[in-house]
């Protein structure tokens, strides 16, 4: 994981923090987001949809396991580069073979795409949030959050919108196939990511943590042990209010995970099984409209964390995230137009970007020793499996109640996670 040395001027960070939360989010987005518009796409039932990509997120949940790989091996740069390479390998054999095989080849071959890809993404996570951790000081960390989470968002809108707009604009303009249209997709994330690897393999600074020098030698590396591996989840653990902690990062996410799995077969479904209706292209303007409010809510939400504090500004802004799914119940019972239906995304967008920069800091707060990638992959482990188990049910549980009781129960569902903010060990700034 060696990298030779840098031919160009090291990137400052506020150009290589947008590049590497971009693509930390588009190969997320693929996964998570853009397969249930493809599974929606190939005909398959909610049930399928919810269970099969829910199951996509275990590389997420699990990625503490090896987490600790990315402190003791190698360089956090290499760990990145590597990874981009091999991203963008997969997504050119989706780009090869998703517009040719038959349908149930294709189904089979992506199931195991996906899945390679979401391993391989969850430790690129891993590897950028340790280099996130080691270039930045505490105050540039706050008050880059909102300029990361709200990077990593634009790059899950360029997976969940754009590449969905692209697809349903080649069927209707080209007279494409849907598979021909997600092939050309694939195609472009492979060329971005590979640009990507080039970009970072030059122009990435070396963390001074990774880099520290003493007479031209470099810093020895603590050996890798078992009990080195051991060390990394005890040191986690071993905090105040750990058992507040770990239920607050289990349970947060429930109602938004419920809905992060059925919000677009929502949108995409016919209107006799409750759905909206809406087209692919129609679906990817919807969902990037709300772009410039999700900028808007992660930058502001950096700041004003930075500002104020986490004591002052979790709850407020966990409220403000929450209340928007709310918007789902009043589009499937009131069924509005699209001019509505874009209004409410945006105000989504906001409150999300909002919610989810207090909540990163918050994850990030719970570092606490040398251990930082491992650390926080155990943070955001638990926050995947937060997300992975209701998302599994949440085709089971639209099919049963509808979409409209669906969303009023996912709302009722984000209470509790709301209610431990109070129990969490937060000071005061």
Not at 97 to 114: N, Q
Not at 357 to 380: E, I, R, W
Request: net charge positive.
């Amino acid at each position: 994981m060696h990298l030779p040395g840098r031919r160009l001027k090291p990137l400052k960070p506020a150009v290589y923090i947008p590049t590497l939360y971009f693509l930390e989010g588009l190969p997320y987005a693929l996964v998570v987001y853009a397969s249930v518009v493809f599974y929606k796409n190939l005909g398959e039932s909610l049930q399928f949809i919810g269970q099969v990509t829910s199951l996509f997120y275990l590389p997420w949940v699990l990625k503490f396991a090896w987490a600790p790989m990315v402190d003791l091996f190698g360089t956090k740069r290499g760990w990145i580069v590597v990874a981009q390479v091999v991203l963008a390998a997969i997504c050119f054999l989706f780009a090869l073979t998703v517009g040719t095989l038959p349908t149930a080849s294709v189904i089979y071959f992506t199931l195991a795409g996906f899945s390679v890809m979401a391993l391989i993404s969850a430790t690129h996570d891993v590897s950028i949030d340790g280099f996130y951790l080691e270039t930045l000081d505490k105050e540039q960390q706050s008050y880059f959050v909102g300029v990361r989470n709200a990077v990593y968002k634009v790059a899950i809108l360029f997976g969940q919108s754009l590449l969905v707009f692209l697809v349903g604009l080649l069927q209707k303009n080209m007279g494409m196939s849907l598979a021909a249209g997600w092939a050309l997709s694939f195609g472009l994330c492979a060329v971005i990511c590979l640009g990507a690897a080039a970009l970072h393999y030059f122009g990435l600074p070396k963390p001074a943590a990774a880099a520290a020098q003493v007479d031209g030698e470099a810093k020895a590396k603590e050996p890798a042990t078992f009990k080195s591996f051991l060390t990394v989840f005890k040191t986690y653990f071993d905090q105040d209010k750990i058992l507040w902690i770990v239920i607050y990062i289990l349970i947060f996410r429930l109602g938004d995970a419920l809905v992060l799995k059925m919000a677009y077969p929502f949108l995409l479904d016919d209107a006799a099984k409750g759905g909206m209706a809406y087209s692919n292209e129609q679906l990817g303007l919807i969902t990037g409209v709300g772009i410039g409010f999700l900028l808007l809510g992660g930058i502001l939400g950096g700041i004003v964390v930075s500002k104020f504090g986490l004591k002052r500004t979790l709850m407020p802004t966990a409220i403000f995230q929450n209340l928007s799914i709310v918007l789902y119940y009043f589009l499937a019972q009131y069924r509005p137009d699209i001019g509505v239906v874009y209004i409410f995304n945006s105000i989504e967008q906001f409150g999300y970007g909002l919610g989810t920069a207090a909540y990163t800091v918050f994850l990030l707060s719970t570092v606490k020793s040398n251990y930082k990638a491992g650390h926080y992959a155990v943070a955001t482990a638990m926050m995947a499996l937060g997300i992975m188990l209701p998302g599994y049910w949440s085709g089971n549980l639209a099919a049963m109640l509808g979409y409209k009781t669906f969303f009023l129960v996912s709302f009722l569902a984000a209470i509790p996670g709301m209610m431990v903010i109070l129990l969490l060990p937060m000071e005061d700034k």
